[in-house]
């Protein structure tokens, strides 16, 4: 059965419905996109977010799975293609950050099983259906430019050693992006990673206290956090497609976090 020709192009935002992956997917939407996004919540809970996303002009999808649950990318992929027939773009955004703060030398390995299983093992496969996608999608119009953006953090390289799981699933998330973008630039599917310093989000709540000290002590080069809005800016402009000749770039959100200074 052939698919149905949908003309806008589509971009799923995995983590979609709050936070980073809800500001991404408003500047996409204004991009001109179509979206599906998920999260773990009924669609009840996420109403309100999906209603911004519509008013921004995007019909939208909402699939609600955990990323970690490999049995369930094919259910959200299936529902992408019967509502738009058509992928463009994936965001792999969505990921969670340790219950507790602990000690490497306590942090036991259920945290680190956890982390390891959202943040790394759940996109790593996503990619991988995603990518196969793309490429029969490319085989059948070789005007497809996919790309695939992966959201990892300051955490790639920064070391916190009360979360050393979560360090070590966003340094394999970097080594995932490599990986992919050689594997699909033959295809003319670009992968890139963008890494967001300290975004106001739900993530960060309880540590807002922490943080706003950090940042009024240097912490950062502009004196500032993030916002969703800023990680959403830096993943439309590489979803858009304007960049060719471009794959596997890391573009560093973090308000100059990780510049070395004196
Ligand atoms: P957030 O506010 O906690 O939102 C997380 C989003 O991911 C929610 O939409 C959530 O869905 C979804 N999600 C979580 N676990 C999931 C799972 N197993 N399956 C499917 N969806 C899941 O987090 P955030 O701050 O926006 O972070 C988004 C990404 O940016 C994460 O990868 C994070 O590591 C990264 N990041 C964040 C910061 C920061 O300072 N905030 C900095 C660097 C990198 P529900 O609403 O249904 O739970």
Redesign the pocket.
Known sequence: MSESKHLKRVALV?????????GIAEHLAEAGMDLAI????PESD?QDSIDALRRRGADVLYH?????ELDEHTGLLDAIRSRFGRLDVLVN?????PHERADILEASPESFDRLMR??LR?PYFLTQAVANWMREQKQADDAFRGVVVN?????ATVVSVNRGD?CIS?AGVAMATQLWAARLAADGIAVHEV??????????AGVTAKYDKLIAEGLTAEPRW?T?GDVGRAVTALATGELSYATGNVVMVDGGLTIQRM
């Open positions: 995995t983590g979609g419905s709050r936070g980073i992956g809800l998920n999260g773990r919540r996420v609600p799975m955990d990323v970690a955004n969505a990921g969670v950050a959202i943040n759940g959201v990892s953090s300051v955490s979560y966003k890494r967001p310093g300290v975004i106001k989000t739900d993530m960060t993030g969703p």
